[in-house]
């Protein structure tokens, strides 16, 4: 659901957050991101890089590209502070609820960092958690003429388009479960 961020209010969770609708939220600035990755207590020498071609369309999921188990997700929780920006995803994997939260600080058109945390959540089952994971990124130019909005470069040269794997995604959870629109 490219579209979802359209339809959702953004929800106030902050004293001081700004209640905003997610079409009138700052997202980053179209065009090539690069973005280190690294847990927390690993050297930025270990940190994990890897380049999003975003436009406003795909831009929400690119950003969230990042964060692991973002299938079948309830809208977006986003609030703004003086602090920086949250935003909160609930979604559910293969039966496993997965919970994130993405604080994020800094200008969304040149450069940001932040971190998030993942929780899941599997029943009476504890489930593994990662704990914080830190991020930095930083605006590099235009996408260049063969990338298509929603490609992510892999540190390992791979590109995959985080749209079309989505799209793919929804459609076989519909085809599993004999959804069909």
């Known amino acids: 659901m490219v579209n979802r961020l359209c339809k959702v ?3 106030l969770a902050l004293v001081d957050g700004t209640l905003c609708y997610a079409n009138d939220f ?3 600035k179209a065009g090539l991101w690069e973005v280190s990755i690294r847990k927390d207590g690993e050297s930025v020498m270990r940190a ?3 380049q999003q071609c975003s436009d406003a369309a795909s831009e929400p999921d690119v950003l969230l590209s990042i964060l692991p188990g973002q299938e079948r997700c ?3 929780e986003v609030v703004r502070s003086s602090a920086g920006t949250v935003i909160k995803t609930h979604c559910e994997v293969h039966g496993i609820k997965v919970d994130s939260q993405m604080t994020m600080s800094g200008n969304f058109g040149v450069a940001y ?5 993942v929780r899941y959540a599997s ?5 593994p958690q990662m704990g914080d994971v830190f991020f930095e990124a930083r605006w ?8 298509l909005p929603g490609d992510m470069v892999l540190s390992n040269g791979i590109t995959v388009n985080v749209l079309k794997d989505k799209k793919a995604n929804e459609n ?6 004999g959804h069909h629109e």
């Not at 960092?113 to 945390?117: P, T, V």
């Not at 029943?123 to 489930?127: D, K, L, R």
């Open 9 to 11: 209010l953004c929800l």
């Open 48 to 50: 994990v890089k890897v």
């Open 74 to 76: 309830a809208p977006l």
């Open 123 to 127: 029943g009476s089952v504890p489930a």
């Open 26 to 28: 700052e997202w980053r």
């Open 113 to 117: 960092r932040g971190k998030f945390n």
């Open 172 to 177: 076989e959870h519909e085809h599993e479960h």
């Open 140 to 147: 590099i130019g235009p996408c260049a003429p063969s990338q």
